[in-house]
């Protein structure tokens, strides 16, 4: 993967982080730097680490799938982005949370990072054999979330309900062009 790539897929990751950060910022309705800055640390702690996880996993087998890596990585990506796209689609739902609790954050930070987990298994068949390898693609993944979490709680605070975004299909059509050109790659070198 180039760099852009990562960059690319740091944001598809980080876009569901995105989304709740700006309903946390919307019910925050002031600034409180100390909710902000602990909930942008543990969902981009948590977007770092899930495809980390998911690499031990996936790298612990990979001999055993070589021939079909590829396919399952192209399947991942392709799962994860046409479900990124359904969920623009779908009635969106008030949640009440608090999102000044622990609890809730961490809640929030690990259901939105299982879609990094799935991304850590696809890194293991693309050419990240090794954990230095991993070391600039999950310290992006980890600082854009952290960004996108903070910038997300400031927009919900300062636009509050008429600041309406829909990012679910961009980031999903990123990920399966990803995906696409993984198998592309494979199967035509």
Not at 22 to 28: E, N, Q
Not at 32 to 48: E, S, T, Y
Not at 110 to 134: E, M, N
Request: charged share 15%.
């Amino acid at each position: 993967m180039s760099t852009l790539e990562i960059w690319l897929l740091a944001i598809s990751l980080g876009i569901d982080c995105f989304t709740v950060s700006i309903a946390s910022g919307i019910i925050l309705k002031n600034i409180r730097w100390n909710i902000i800055l602990k909930m942008a640390f543990f969902f981009g702690l948590f977007q770092a680490l899930m495809p980390l996880i998911g690499w031990f996993g996936a790298s612990r087998f990979n001999h055993l799938i070589e021939t079909y890596d590829h396919w399952i990585a192209f399947g991942l990506l392709a799962f994860l982005g046409i479900r990124m796209i359904r969920e623009n689609f779908k009635d969106e739902t008030i949640c009440c949370f608090d999102p000044t609790r622990l609890k809730v954050i961490l809640t929030l930070a690990v259901a939105t990072s299982i879609d990094a987990l799935a991304v850590g298994i696809s890194f293991a068949f693309t050419g990240f054999d090794t954990l230095s390898s991993l070391k600039a693609p999950l310290s992006i993944i980890g600082i854009t979330s952290f960004l996108m979490v903070a910038s997300g709680n400031l927009i919900g605070i300062f636009f509050g309900k008429r600041f309406h975004l829909r990012m679910e299909i961009f980031g999903g059509l990123v990920l399966i062009a990803i995906g696409l050109k993984i198998l592309i790659e494979h199967l035509y070198s």
